[in-house]
């Protein structure tokens, strides 16, 4: 079968654009860059990346046609993700100012890679608009004629691109300039950035299941 190169254009066009859009992934991979440096913002980065591939799996097994049609369970998603970025927000919001350090390395192991990946991964896999956006583009979007190798193509390609755009967020915001920047607000970042991850999540909570 030839592959369908409209189709993956238009995936990849409209996935583009929800990406840069900023939302929970964005204010996490933005702290993280911040408060813990370039390593820990690139595993959350990755995080994020590949919690795509588990919405795309469930999408393509039909299992997201039953959260779809599940009150229940798409209600039991949007509360625990609501719940993690609560969460999220008030450690951020009364975590100690973050400080400067002498070169841009010296703050790189305050946090495990592991936990770092472990956090992008949920912020994205508890997020209700992620489970509704890839229910929508694998039922409305891809054909029921494309052929799974095919769409695992585009679920890769996506995880991808997804990586490399906040891989770039990540090496911007860490940049001396720009950190430097951050670290002059002092305790007002974590304030903003808590109150930022709380305004998303109560936001979340009140995402719709249609």
Same mark, same amino acid.
């Given at each position: 079968m030839d592959?369908?190169?409209?189709?993956?254009?238009t995936i990849l066009g409209i996935f583009c654009v929800v990406v840069i859009v900023p939302g929970p992934d964005f204010a996490m991979v933005l702290r993280q860059s911040i408060t813990h440096g370039r390593r820990t913002a690139i595993f959350t980065s990755a995080g994020v990346a590949s919690s795509i591939i588990v919405h795309s799996a469930y999408s393509i097994l039909g299992l997201g046609f039953i959260i779809s049609q599940s009150l *229940?369970?798409?209600?039991? +998603?949007?509360f625990v993700g609501a719940a993690? %970025? *609560?969460w999220l927000g008030i450690n951020a919001f009364f975590a100690p100012a973050p400080k400067a350090p002498e070169n841009l390395t010296e703050n790189e192991n $305050?946090? $495990?890679?592991? /936990?770092a990946y472990a956090i992008g991964f949920l912020t994205n896999l508890l997020n209700p608009k992620a489970v509704l956006f890839f229910i @929508? *583009?694998?039922t409305v979007?891809? @054909?029921v004629d494309t052929i799974l190798v095919h769409k695992v193509f585009y679920v890769l390609s996506m995880s991808v691109l997804l990586f490399l755009w906040f891989s770039l967020v990540s090496i911007f915001f860490t940049t001396k300039k720009v950190r430097n920047s951050f670290? /002059? +607000?002092g305790k007002w970042f974590n304030r903003v950035t808590g *109150?930022? %991850? +709380?305004? +998303?999540?109560v936001r979340m909570a009140l995402v719709t299941h249609k």
């Open positions: 592959f369908p190169l409209i189709e993956y254009l *229940l369970m798409f209600t039991i +998603i949007k993690y %970025l *609560l $305050t946090i $495990t890679s592991a /936990k @929508s *583009l694998f979007i891809i @054909s670290y /002059k +607000i *109150l930022a %991850l +709380i305004f +998303i999540a």
